[in-house]
């Protein structure tokens, strides 16, 4: 049971829209920042939004963030089935003293 | 090229030990937080430790805690991960990733070295 509450799964048609949630607490989403990864099938991770909503260079505007309260929210837009992939959030806790990691969110393109 | 490289992955015991490495290349490693992270055969992604770019600081999950060691040698461009008393659930493949941004921001990652603890 992670720290960090993703849905186990979501799934939309090619073209509309998605948007994945990652609940926390105060010791870690309340009070530090998150950042979303996307895990294509076999392969490491790819951060797409880093401090809540910011996008690495490289990364679409397809791709967004959000946060409010200890909540944080991944949206992305314009589905493509290349966006197939298992999403994460992450974020500090200051608590532990220790990253955390969602439990992951797999997205499915119909 | 920035680059991470993982190495050191093997089939060990339980009990046994194991130390990962993780070769930094296209980048100043030395200016960097790194993190180790970890992920079980079909399961999620599992946040293990990081050290501050002079090694002066370090965090561990508590799932590894007192077993395993995080460390750096900044004039090899290294960082490492020495896992003693391993047991069946530290069976994963261990990623090993750059920090460029606050509160865990990993921008770069390695292909992962894999960790099968096993009688």
């Known amino acids: 049971q992670s720290v960090l509450t993703q849905p186990p799964s979501v799934s939309a048609a090619p073209g509309q829209r998605v948007t994945i949630s990652c609940s926390g607490s105060?010791?870690?989403?309340?009070?530090?920042?998150v950042s979303w990864y996307q895990q294509l099938p076999g392969t490491a991770p790819r951060l797409l939004i880093h401090e809540d909503n910011k996008r690495p260079s490289g990364i679409p505007d397809r791709f967004s963030g959000s946060k409010s309260g200890t909540s944080a929210t991944l949206g992305i837009t314009g589905l493509q089935t290349g966006d197939e992939a298992d999403y994460y959030c992450?974020?500090?806790?200051?608590?532990?003293?220790?990253?955390?990691f969602g439990g992951g969110t797999k997205l499915t393109v119909l | 090229e920035v680059q991470l490289v993982e190495s050191g992955g093997d089939l060990v015991q339980p009990g046994g030990s194991l130390r990962l490495s993780c070769a930094a290349s296209g980048f100043t490693f030395s200016r960097y937080w790194m993190t180790w992270v970890r992920q079980a055969p079909g399961k999620g992604l599992e946040w293990v430790a990081n050290m501050i770019h002079d090694g002066s600081l370090i965090n561990y999950a508590e799932s590894v805690k007192g077993r395993f060691t995080i460390s750096r040698d900044n004039a090899k461009n290294s960082l490492y991960l020495q896992m003693n008393s391993l047991r069946a659930e530290d069976t994963a493949l261990y990623y090993c990733?750059?920090?460029?941004?606050?509160?865990?921001?990993?921008?770069?990652w390695g292909k992962g070295t894999t960790v099968t603890v096993s009688s």
């Open positions: 105060t010791s870690n989403i309340g009070n530090n920042y």
């Open positions: 990733a750059r920090v460029s941004f606050e509160d865990e921001g990993m921008d770069v």
């Open positions: 992450v974020t500090w806790d200051s608590s532990l003293s220790a990253g955390l």
